[in-house]
């Protein structure tokens, strides 16, 4: 079983950027689905970012052309740019893989996904 590990989070003003991390415990698992999602107090989980086994990226609207998923196989982890945060970005944001490898349209469907690492914080200050 996988092991998902975020770190990167943290307090920034508006405007400003973070870079978020995913340790993956499992080189299988970085050729499957990979994605971010996040969770705002009294909201929905919902997803941010997903990248395929191609290395085909997507976002959510509101997010598009702020934030920019990557991955490094060389160091098994997911990464997630985050620029031009807004206070409405503030949630926890999680990674998530599957057991799955896929070449079609990256999926931000949370019910995609099957493993999940404990979250990091970000909080953006207007």
């Known amino acids: 079983q996988v092991q998902l590990m975020e770190s990167g989070g943290g307090s920034v003003q508006a405007g400003g950027s973070l870079r978020l991390s995913c340790a993956v415990s499992s080189s299988t698992y970085m050729r499957n689905s990979l994605g971010w999602f996040r969770q705002a107090p009294g909201k929905a989980r919902e997803g941010v970012a997903a990248?395929?086994?191609?290395?085909?990226?997507g976002y959510t609207d509101s997010v598009k052309g702020r934030f920019t998923i990557s991955k490094d196989y060389t160091k098994n982890h997911l990464y997630l740019q985050m620029d031009s945060l807004k206070p409405e970005d503030t949630a926890m944001y999680s990674c998530?893989?599957?057991?799955?490898?896929?070449?079609?349209?990256?999926?931000?469907?949370?019910?995609?996904?099957?493993?999940w690492g404990q979250g990091t914080q970000v909080t953006v200050l207007s």
């Open positions: 990248i395929n086994s191609g290395g085909s990226t």
């Open positions: 998530a893989t599957n057991e799955r490898v896929s070449f079609g349209p990256p999926t931000i469907f949370r019910e995609d996904y099957s493993f």
